[in-house]
């Protein structure tokens, strides 16, 4: 299971943070689940990357709401209120406490909100719009900071190692107040194995998406090799879906 949070941020003054968190439970059934929690944050101005992750075993839930996780002094806390949460992490010089809320409905993947895979089946929703309010501190410097996030809930009981062995996953936020998900699965031998995706109108209408009935494409337009480990990964993508007459061009912000 896992509660993945990525967006943008900008403080009062416009400078612009990408930010990225998440917690992930695993449950093997034998002793308590596992807790892992991961923090990063983007620096567009500088592009500096910093990361940070939390671990503990058991699932320690604090205060009396629907749900308030604590990972060592990291909380996850999801609001009464659909599509609230609030999420705090910090890591050194690196702080960031954010108050979420929903603007646009739910999106149910698989048009109900369920996938059955050969490794398992998941549940899969998103809150594809929420407005972020908080505060970031990076260095000692302290930003009051707004934007817009995406969130992923997944749970089931499906394997997930090797199985996909790697993927390409896409949360697209149009200005005309659209909503995009876009996931490609590879195999072990690199090849794309499947792709899928879920589109939300203006107006909140879901619409599931297959690569087989609705022509989606997911073409690399470039490529970026990390200095420190040597790899080569995609940089920048062309998407486009014939069933939506959408063609796209995804240029990233910061290549690492």
């Known amino acids: 299971e896992w509660w993945y949070y990525s967006g943008h941020l900008e403080s009062e003054s416009g400078r612009e943070f990408g930010f990225h968190f998440v917690v992930f439970k695993a449950d093997d059934s034998i002793g308590e689940p596992n807790l892992v929690a991961q923090l990063g944050i983007l620096d567009v101005e500088t592009g500096e990357h910093h990361t940070a992750s939390r671990a503990e075993a058991g699932f320690r839930t604090v205060g009396d709401g629907p749900m308030t996780v604590a990972i060592t002094n990291w909380v996850l806390d999801i609001s009464p209120i659909a599509g609230n949460h609030r999420v705090t992490g910090t890591d050194g010089d690196v ?3 954010l ?3 929903a603007t646009a409905p739910v999106m149910l993947h698989n048009d109900i909100g369920w996938l059955p895979t050969e490794a398992g089946a998941t549940y899969y929703y998103s809150w594809p719009r929420q407005s972020a ?5 990076i260095g000692g410097e302290k930003f009051a900071v707004t934007g817009t996030a995406w969130f992923d809930h997944q749970w089931g009981d499906f394997f997930v190692l090797g199985k996909p062995a790697g993927w390409q996953w896409f949360a697209v936020q ?3 107040g659209a909503s995009l998900m876009i ?3 590879r195999g072990i031998d690199g090849r794309v194995a499947d792709t899928y995706g ?3 109108s203006p107006e909140g209408d879901v619409k599931g998406l297959r690569s087989e009935t609705d022509g989606i494409r997911v073409v690399p337009g470039g490529e ?3 200095p420190t480990t040597g790899a080569t990964y995609p940089s920048g993508w062309a998407l486009e879906i014939d069933s939506l007459g959408m063609d796209l061009v995804l240029i990233p912000v910061e290549n690492d």
């Open 224 to 226: 970026w090799t990390s």
């Open 133 to 137: 309010v908080g505060e970031l501190v």
């Open 99 to 101: 108050q979420l809320e």
């Open 174 to 176: 149009l200005d005309d």
């Open 95 to 97: 702080e960031l406490s």
């Open 183 to 185: 996931t490609e699965n």
């Open 198 to 200: 879920t589109y939300m």
